[in-house]
Structures are given as C-alpha cells and as structure tokens.
C-alpha cells in the first residue's frame, strides 16, 4: 500500500511543479507513518515546529503515532 500512495504522492508532486509550484509536507512528528510516507516520497526536513494549543490538554496516548 505504501507504493500506492507514494505513486499518488509523486503524480501530485509532479501536477503541482507542472503549474509552477513547489510541493510541501507537513505533519505532526508523532504521525510516523506519514513522515516515512514523506521521505519515501523524497521529501526531506527543513525544519520542525512546535505545535501550541490551548483547552483541553492531549491525553498521552493521542501522542503516538
């Protein structure tokens, strides 16, 4: 399934250069599946970000990918 979706990946990837644009990526740094899904696409990190929120605080096991 992986190869599926990096497939799709890399049409849209080439879809949007095609229109004079540059593709990005973001997620979470918890969400391992679609870094890796990232990365196999060729993408890599430029930079990480912190993610504020506000309320209710995460519950630990919502932390993990």
């Known amino acids: 399934m992986l190869w599926t979706?990096?497939?799709a990946v890399t049409?849209?990837?080439q879809d949007i250069t095609s229109h004079g644009h540059t593709?990005?990526?973001n997620c979470s740094v918890h969400n391992r599946a679609s870094r890796l899904l990232a990365w196999t696409a060729e993408f890599r990190l430029v930079r990480e970000y912190v993610h504020y929120a506000v309320g209710s605080p995460v519950s630990p096991d919502r932390l993990s990918a």
């Open 5 to 7: 979706l990096q497939a």
């Open 11 to 13: 049409a849209l990837c």
């Open 23 to 25: 593709p990005g990526w």
